[in-house]
């Protein structure tokens, strides 16, 4: 199946451990004041979950997203504007005042393709708009995630998450069994992330145009060796 075809409707719930959305959006939310922010992308937007609380803040949010299903749980959520598209063809009717990308989505794109990205964001960002998101350290995916097996068993939903690390990324192959009437029914999918090391992120972002980088661990924490989510703040010049 498609990436979060199946997990669209249970990703809310298996994402709750290690994902602190209201704790990332005080980041997000006090580097909008400082930059006057009325608009805001939600780039990767998955279910919505922080694009409510941009919304709720009262920013004007446009969230996208290339899975229609997660799109139809993220409707659910909040009034903004949700888009299906590719994060690599990123293009908004007009430029906003910041751009966010949050929980991994960049670990979606392989190394040749960072700069690209980064570039379409430029182009739909206003001079001196901040762009902020995040990726899972080549720790948490070498050393946390890589060759490991994970799994939930819930009343309803079992989730079983098995892995296989290579010099570039991680495969994931997850198998959901989600209870339906009197039977459980299984469904599969494969994902990929690649490994993106500091130093290349930040060369990609200045080789885009993007400056005035910062780097922080969890959405304004120190860094360590073991951080395992590290967030990137940048400003179009």
């Not at 080789?207 to 400003?235: E, H, M, N």
């Amino acid at each position: 199946m498609n990436s979060y075809s199946a997990l669209a409707n249970i990703y809310d719930t298996f994402s709750h451990n290690d994902c602190d959305y209201e704790s990332w959006s005080q980041y997000l939310f006090d580097i909008a004041k400082m930059g006057k922010v009325t608009s805001v992308v939600d780039i990767a937007c998955g279910t919505g979950k922080m694009t409510q609380l941009l919304a709720k803040q009262g920013f004007r949010v446009v969230g996208v997203d290339n899975s229609p299903q997660m799109l139809a749980v993220a409707g659910q959520k909040c009034r903004a504007v949700f888009v299906q598209q590719d994060m690599k063809k990123l293009a908004l009717p007009s430029r906003v005042d910041m751009a966010v990308c949050v929980n991994d989505g960049v670990n979606y794109l392989k190394s040749n393709q960072l700069q690209g990205f980064f570039c379409q964001v430029l182009q739909n960002l206003k001079t001196g708009a901040s762009f902020v998101f995040d990726v899972s350290s080549p720790y948490k995916l070498q050393q946390i995630l890589g060759n490991n097996v994970f799994y939930d068993d819930r009343e309803d939903v079992t989730l079983l998450w098995t892995n296989k690390l290579s010099p570039t990324h991680v495969d994931f192959s997850i198998t959901i069994f989600q209870k339906q009437g009197d039977v459980y029914v299984r469904s599969d999918e494969q994902h990929t992330q690649y490994i993106h090391t500091p130093q290349s992120i930040v060369d990609a972002l200045v080789q885009s145009g993007f400056c005035d980088i910062v780097q922080t661990a969890d959405y304004g924490k120190q860094i360590s060796p073991t951080s395992q989510r590290l967030t990137f703040w940048c400003k179009k010049a």
